[in-house]
């Protein structure tokens, strides 16, 4: 993939002699005529990784330029920038550092010189890429549970925090279904846990087959999943765990060796305006859960909070 590249320079002779330049090495080349031009290029979502800025040039200069890029970097990804200074100024060069240039170069370029300290543009662009990367993948790592792709603990309790938030404000209603697979051990003790592993896969996938939009699945223990449903009434609550019962229950899970039949329990409660807080309502939703287990499993069973509770 070829970097795109920004050229800023007034003087149109040695714009086109670095355009022309940077093009036949394989870069993707834009130009500006002036400071402004070139801002209103960088800031672009989509715009240039790569900028080389002359110092001065009509309405911004170069380092005004590279200051502004820097203020933008949380939301545009780190810009590389080279400096170009006419000869005799390098006492400048400290300010344009200063102001968050990477690299600059004396006017008129030698293009062999050019063409390494590209080299290092290169490498530190693909080491920021990199970077960014492997930033992703731990952010992701620490969300998601690494079995089932869903949310982990951690993450679905955030979710709950933030749906409850957003529904004080908008005194609305969050539901939290808790649901545990029936007699998984069971299947662990008989099948092996490869055969369990997948069978928390599928149940997980059938469960998001279910959910709507903007419900949120998390894998709240080992075979225990929590699901925040925002703006979704008691009634409506008791309806979705149902779809989700009857949808683990429908047909075997296949797994490399057996199909084997899955089931789930389910407790649900809904809390008004964003309360009571998440602690309660979990464990008003575990002990709606439990009531299902003890009344013979692959059941729905709904907690209703005291109206009282929504005075506070
Ligand atoms: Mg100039």
Redesign the pocket.
């Known amino acids: 993939m070829s970097v795109r590249a920004l050229i800023a ?3 149109s002779v040695s714009r086109r002699v670095l355009q022309a330049t940077l093009a036949k090495w394989g870069y993707d080349v834009v130009v500006a005529h002036d400071g402004q031009q070139a801002w209103e290029i960088l800031r672009q979502a989509d715009g240039p990784n790569l900028a080389i800025l ?4 009509p309405n911004m200069d170069g380092v005004e330029v590279c200051r502004r890029v820097r203020s933008i970097t949380a939301q545009r990804g780190y810009i590389y920038v080279i400096l ?1 200074t006419a000869k005799g100024r390098k006492e400048d060069l400290i300010d344009g550092m200063d102001g968050g240039a990477d690299d600059y170069l004396v006017k008129p370029v030698d293009l062999a010189e050019f063409r390494a300290h590209l080299r290092v543009a290169n490498r530190i662009l693909e080491l920021q890429a990199k970077l960014l990367a492997a930033h992703e993948r731990l952010r992701d790592q620490a969300t998601h549970d690494p079995l089932t792709g869903v949310w982990n603990r951690l993450a679905i309790l955030d979710a709950l925090e933030r749906d409850l938030a957003r529904a004080r404000r908008e005194q609305a209603p969050v539901s939290v279904l808790l649901g545990d697979l029936d007699h998984f051990k069971r299947i662990n003790d008989t099948y092996g846990h490869d055969a369990g592993d997948q069978a928390l896969c599928q149940a997980a996938k059938r469960m998001l087959s279910v959910i709507r939009r903007y419900d949120t699945l998390g894998r709240y223990g080992g075979e225990e999943f929590l699901i925040v449903a925002p703006g979704c009434e008691s009634a409506g609550a008791a309806a979705l765990a149902e779809r989700i019962r009857r949808r683990m229950a429908a047909e075997a899970v296949f797994t490399d060796q057996h199909p084997l039949t899955l089931t789930i329990s389910i407790g649900v409660v809904t809390g008004e305006g964003g309360g009571p807080d998440s602690a309660s309502l979990i464990q008003a939703a575990d002990q709606a859960m439990y009531r299902a287990k003890g009344a013979g499993r692959n059941r729905v069973e709904v907690t209703v909070l005291a109206a009282a509770v929504g005075l506070t």
């Open positions: 320079e007034d003087d002359d110092w001065m040039m170009l």
